[in-house]
């Protein structure tokens, strides 16, 4: 049985381009995806990355990507809740919806995507800050959107609705890199999307944590349906694919060392000397990833999805130069078989 393959895009923002070009590119990969087959194209959202990444408002992206595609399902990689209003949420996502029918998802997490002081100007206050509340939050966006139990009786928002009324939210996943959501998202009966490209080493555990105790619901799902969303860096050679890997390693340690930037070429990658701290960061980081050619990584990814029963493997890919990243997915698309629709060969 062939596996599922989807794309996670955070919009990357070469060194020596602008972030108009990044979100062109995206546009352009969101294009060819859907050519190649591939099943899901979700942004996500990040703040405060130093023109390193444009990926601030999946929102915006998500309507622009899927206008300008015709069969693959977009969604958010995903919604930072705590970010936001459960209401404007589920009023996004319905409209979202109601534009494209049947094509998009409502990925939810409940990291800030960004740093402390940054998620305090999203939140606008200390308290909402250190406020330990999404379970509150993702009880409010199911009762706003008429999902679950609703409002209880005498409830202030009771006789409020997400409008507009006549359309579904889109199908929830909830996002984690621990078992937390795994577990929220089993009692809810939504999907769940693992990030393994951020905690490889919890994902086999969470995702059985998910499937052992998934329970169906009226609103969400019969059976459970997991992704695991991993790093993935493939070129016509081994040797190609670990030299462009050195461009995302260095903008990790850059960024982890509070030198945010955008993503460097491999020349600037490969001349840069690392200390001691930064090579074990770097050794940290690309341990997270998987390189080479397309025969390996298809056996890599296809070992990582049978320890983790996975359903749908998805593809992040940060890469210097679009060229670079759309061979990644394009060797994918051919080492996985997929189906690519009719317009497969029109050129981009």
């Known amino acids: 049985m062939s596996v599922p ?17 990044a979100l062109q590119n995206t546009i352009h990969l969101a294009r060819l995806a859907d050519r190649l087959g591939y099943t899901r194209y979700w942004l996500a959202e990040h703040h405060n990355t130093d023109g390193m990444l444009a990926s601030s408002t999946p929102e915006v992206m998500i309507s622009v990507v899927a206008q300008a595609t015709e069969r693959i399902r977009v969604g958010s990689g995903g919604i930072m809740l705590p970010n936001h209003s459960p209401l404007k949420v589920a009023e996004t996502f319905r409209v979202l919806e109601a534009l494209y029918p049947g094509r998009i998802d409502l990925g939810i997490g409940r990291a800030p995507g960004t740093d402390p002081r940054t998620a305090l100007a999203l939140r606008r206050s200390r ?140 020349a600037e990658a490969r001349a840069y000397h690392y200390n001691k701290i930064e090579q074990e960061i770097a050794a940290s980081y690309r341990a997270r990833q998987t390189v ?7 056996e890599k990814l296809l070992k990582l999805q049978k320890e983790t029963g996975a359903d749908e493997l998805m593809i992040t890919s940060m890469v210097y130069g679009y060229e670079n990243r759309a061979k990644t997915y394009e060797l994918l698309a051919e080492a996985f078989d997929l189906r690519p629709t009719a317009a497969a060969s029109q050129p981009e």
Request: glycine content about 8%.
């Open 5 to 21: 393959l989807s794309v996670l895009d955070l919009s990357p923002i070469n060194a020596g381009e602008s972030s108009h070009q």
């Open 127 to 266: 308290e909402a800050l250190e406020a330990d509340d999404f379970p509150e939050q993702l009880a409010e966006l199911l009762a706003f959107a008429d999902k679950g139990p609703g409002f209880p009786e005498g409830h202030l928002f009771r006789s409020v609705k997400a409008s507009p009324n006549d359309v579904p939210l889109p199908p929830i996943w909830l996002l984690g890199s621990s078992d937390y959501s795994a577990q929220a998202a089993a009692i809810l009966g939504v999907g769940f999307a693992f990030a393994h490209h951020i905690n490889p080493t919890f994902a086999v555990s969470a995702i059985h944590l998910y499937r052992e105790h998934f329970t169906p619901s009226e609103e969400g799902l019969a059976q459970p349906q997991a992704i695991l969303a991993t790093s993935v860096i493939c070129a016509e050679t081994d040797e190609r694919a670990e030299e462009l890997a050195t461009s995302m390693v260095l903008a990790w340690v850059r960024m982890r060392t509070g030198r945010s930037g955008p993503l460097p070429g491999p």
């Open 292 to 298: 080479g050619s397309s025969t390996v990584v298809r």
